[in-house]
């Protein structure tokens, strides 16, 4: 048993000392503690609704009358009653439910008025930024920490998604017959055996949902940047999403706003199957009506699709369905009640929530399994140090350059050569990975019976990642071509990474153009 133990303690340390153990190590070491704190309000935020609701039952809910008054007359009824109240945005929360009240927002002011859409009266008021939802909502996303507190949550998404890509590489057991154990918790070992193998178990079972919402995560963080590339990569000009999100109205001297039945008429004609989940109304003269609209049964929440229309002429400026390319609708559908877990109702929640507790076990057991070997250690350092310290003083004195270690120059292999033979290798990695990427997907939709749309989902937006991590390898080779092979310093490790990179690059893009002009439909 005592040679079992010190074989893996042995096999653990040279992970350990590779590429990827380290890459594990740091980045638990240095990001863990905000990657746990991200996830524990992420699971809070999987029931943001029901958890507001119930908090503030006051507000939100309503005696169900006959029948909820649409938009385009309980608008003008509210500006009727309450001319003072400034409508920035009017929200129709749960449509559906006929117990549950509108709610207006005051973008200047952060004042929300909720409105009975039986009669248009006021049934309450709060601060939006101070309830407990919002407050969490912003620790989620940016730790309350003005502007860099939003890119430190994105990155340290990355993070995790780095740390289970790194962590799976670790628990990859080295012969198959290992499998059964390295996949159980061995309860009648020690506690230090036992917590070995929870981190190993639970790092592996929740891998594939950790990575989802860790990739979703990144995405909702950088939209400014991954929208623009998703155009791009559908042939549609980057420029287009600022023009078309950017829309204003053709005002003139003599231009008069149209009602709101007009507006909503407008909306009616271009998504005659869809129903208005809100409304942003125009910030000025040159504004325009932003409608936010839902339809059909996927995800459960509603199919998100947006309508930009002319206050003066009720032209429509976007239309999403039409002006975006299938993966844009993807985004816009589907990429944030994937990240909350809401699309496939309360069994892809409760995952969602348990996906989001991962992070803050892993953080607490893979410490306890750090700390006593970095104490250990760190004394033998200390002992070695004694020690040389000894010996110094009793040898016999040696030169400088005695001391002074050999350098040995490693001969770069030709980079045309060794790029094909890692590219080659690229290839049958990617394919393992587009595989794992799709079961991932397929897997947490598999409970609400939903798995093509999650699956395609990942493997779309995955190509994402791949780009990105393309331009950073490109990046890499061109220094490592232009500045350190001329003067004998560069790095055939620098050439793998581009080349196995590329591999990805070429294998998701293919994917992506398949998916793109068919399953990308689904959306």
């Known amino acids: ?195 070995y193998d929870w981190h190993n178990s639970l790092g592996f079972y929740s891998s594939p949902i950790v990575a989802i919402l860790s990739l979703t995560g990144f995405s909702i963080t950088f939209s400014t940047l991954v929208i623009p590339l998703l155009f791009l990569l559908s042939g549609k000009s980057p420029q287009g999403v600022a023009q078309l999100l950017g829309a204003k109205s053709a005002w003139h001297a003599e231009a008069t706003s149209l009602p709101l039945t007009a507006i909503v008429h407008a909306a009616k004609e271009k998504m005659p199957n869809a129903y208005i989940g809100g409304i942003a109304f125009p910030a000025d003269k040159m504004g325009a009506y932003r409608l936010d609209m839902l339809s059909g049964n996927l995800p459960k929440v509603g199919k998100r699709e947006m309508l930009i229309v002319d206050q003066y002429t009720g032209k429509t400026l976007l239309n999403s369905r039409k002006d975006f390319p299938n993966v844009g609708n993807a985004y816009l559908s589907w990429l944030t009640p994937i990240h909350y877990g809401s699309f496939g109702g309360r069994p892809t929640q409760i995952i969602a929530l348990i996906a989001g507790l991962m992070p803050l076990a892993l953080f607490i057991t893979g410490f306890i399994i750090w700390w006593p070997r970095y104490r250990k250690q760190k004394r033998g350092k200390k002992r070695k140090t004694n020690e040389a310290a000894l010996d110094e003083a009793s040898e016999t004195p040696v030169t400088e350059k005695e001391l002074k270690p050999v350098k040995v120059k490693m001969p770069l292999p030709k980079l045309g050569s060794y790029f094909l033979i890692q590219f080659k290798s690229g290839l049958k990695y990617v394919m393992i990975i587009l595989l794992i990427s799709f079961i991932m997907g397929a897997l947490y939709g598999l409970p609400s019976g939903i798995i093509i749309q999650p699956a395609i989902f990942i493997v779309a937006f995955s190509c994402v990642m791949v780009c990105l991590n393309f331009i950073c390898a490109l990046l890499s080779e061109i220094f490592n071509i232009l500045f350190l092979l001329p003067f004998r310093k560069g790095s055939h490790k ?20 398949v998916l793109l002009n068919t399953g990308l439909e689904v959306f």
């Open 1 to 195: 048993m005592k040679s079992e133990q010190n074989s893996k303690k042995l096999n653990w340390a040279k992970h350990q000392k590779r590429w990827f153990g380290k890459w594990h190590l740091y980045i638990g070491i240095i990001a863990g503690a905000i990657v746990a704190f991200i996830g524990i309000t992420g699971s809070i935020l999987v029931f943001q609704d029901e958890i507001d609701r119930a908090l503030n039952p006051d507000l939100f809910e309503v005696i169900a009358q006959k029948q909820k008054l649409p938009v385009e007359e309980i608008v003008p009824l509210i500006k009727k009653n309450y001319p003072k109240l400034k409508i920035d945005y009017l929200m129709l929360n749960n449509f559906k439910n006929p117990n549950e009240a509108y709610s207006i927002i005051n973008l200047k002011s952060n004042e929300e008025t909720f409105i009975n859409p039986y009669t248009g009266k006021i049934g309450g008021k709060r601060i939006h930024t101070s309830s407990f939802i919002h407050v969490v909502t912003e620790l989620h996303r940016t730790l309350l920490i003005p502007v860099a507190g939003r890119y430190i949550c994105g990155l340290a998404s990355l993070c995790l998604l780095i740390l289970t890509i790194s962590g799976l590489r670790l628990w990859i057991p080295k012969k198959w017959k290992q499998l059964k154990s390295a996949l159980s918790v061995r309860f009648s070992g020690s506690f230090k055996r036992q917590n």
């Open 494 to 513: 620098v050439t793998r990474y581009f080349a196995l990179s590329t591999a990805f690059l070429v294998c998701y893009l293919a994917v992506y153009m």
